[in-house]
């Protein structure tokens, strides 16, 4: 996944903040809404197969935390036109964080599982990230 906060075309926007946003050392109050693209590999030029849209906020005053909402949504290949719907808590300091499968639709109905997910690349300067995300589903 490429979410790109800095960007001819960002993918990730920040769509509110509160007022002490810009001086807590979290981020704490910001949310983020993405349409960040899905690729088979870490280059942007990878062949694309499908968009995480959701959204993210940094949640804890304390640690860098973010809480996500994200539905991974399948534009190519076999599980085209099918989604995962991924939420939870998203330590990004962590080398592997554990998101839950909380559904999704067309091959993944009453889907369930988890993701473990990782940095692949981080611009600390832009935002820019690039992640790298394990999928154990089951589905029906």
Not at 20 to 31: C, E, I, R, W
Not at 37 to 51: D, M, R, W
Not at 98 to 123: N, V
Request: glycine share 8%; aromatic share 8%; hydrophobic share 40%.
């Amino acid at each position: 996944m490429h979410d790109l906060l800095v960007a001819e075309k960002p993918t990730a926007v920040i769509v509110a903040e509160a007022n002490t946003t810009k001086s807590s050392p979290t981020l704490f109050g910001q949310v983020v809404v993405v349409d960040d693209p899905l690729t088979e590999g870490p280059e942007l030029t990878s062949q694309v197969i499908g968009k995480a849209q959701g959204l993210y906020a940094p949640s804890s005053q304390s640690e860098i935390s973010l809480f996500e909402a994200v539905n991974f949504v399948f534009t190519d290949g076999k599980f085209n036109g099918s989604t995962l719907t991924v939420m939870g808590r998203n330590t990004i300091l962590h080398t592997v964080r554990e998101l839950s499968i909380i559904g999704g639709s067309g091959t993944f109905r009453l889907a369930h599982g988890y993701i473990l997910k990782q940095t692949y690349s981080l611009d600390t300067t832009t935002g820019n990230a690039v992640l790298y995300y394990n999928v154990t589903v089951i589905h029906y």
